[in-house]
C-alpha cells in the first residue's frame, strides 16, 4: 500500500518562500512518477510540477521561474520548492504518485495514489 504524506505548509506573505515535502512508503515500482498538486476552494485541482524515476520534470506555466520540484531516493522523498509566493498560490497543496511517464503531463486522473494535503497560505 503506497502512503504519501506531505509536511512544510504554512502561513506567508508575498513574496515568502516555503519547501514542501513528502515521504512515500510502500513504493515498489522501481519506474516512479510523483507529482504535486493543488486546490483552492471552489476550484478545481490542478497539476503544479511533477517528475519522474528519470529525473525528467514538469511544471504548470503558474510555476515556471518560481517552484522547483525535486526528490531524493534515498530518503524516499519528493520536494517542491516554492519561491516569490502569490496569494493566488493560496492553496490545500497534495502529493501524488502516478504512472510513469505520462504523470508528466500533470492530469489528475495518471494519478493512483494521493497524500492528505498540507495548507498553503499566502497574504498580500
Known amino acids: 500500500q503506497v502512503q504519501l504524506v506531505e509536511s512544510g505548509g504554512g502561513s506567508v506573505q508575498t513574496g515568502g518562500s516555503l519547501r514542501l515535502s513528502c515521504v512515500a512508503s510502500?513504493?515498489?515500482?522501481?519506474?516512479?512518477?510523483m507529482g504535486w498538486f493543488r486546490q483552492a476552494p471552489g476550484k478545481e485541482r490542478e497539476g503544479v510540477a511533477a517528475?519522474?524515476?528519470?529525473?525528467?520534470?514538469s511544471a504548470a506555466d503558474s510555476a515556471k521561474g518560481r517552484f522547483t520540484i525535486s526528490q531524493d531516493n534515498a530518503k524516499n522523498t519528493l520536494y517542491l520548492q516554492m519561491n516569490s509566493l502569490k496569494p493566488e498560490d493560496t492553496a490545500m497543496y497534495y502529493c501524488?504518485?502516478?504512472?510513469?511517464?505520462?504523470?508528466?503531463?500533470?492530469?489528475?486522473?495518471?494519478?493512483?495514489?494521493w497524500g492528505q494535503g498540507t495548507q498553503v497560505t499566502v497574504s498580500s
Open positions: 517528475i519522474d524515476s528519470d529525473g525528467a520534470t
Open positions: 501524488a504518485a502516478g504512472v510513469f511517464p505520462v504523470c508528466l503531463a500533470l492530469v489528475v486522473d495518471e494519478y493512483n495514489y
Open positions: 510502500g513504493y515498489t515500482n522501481s519506474r516512479t512518477c
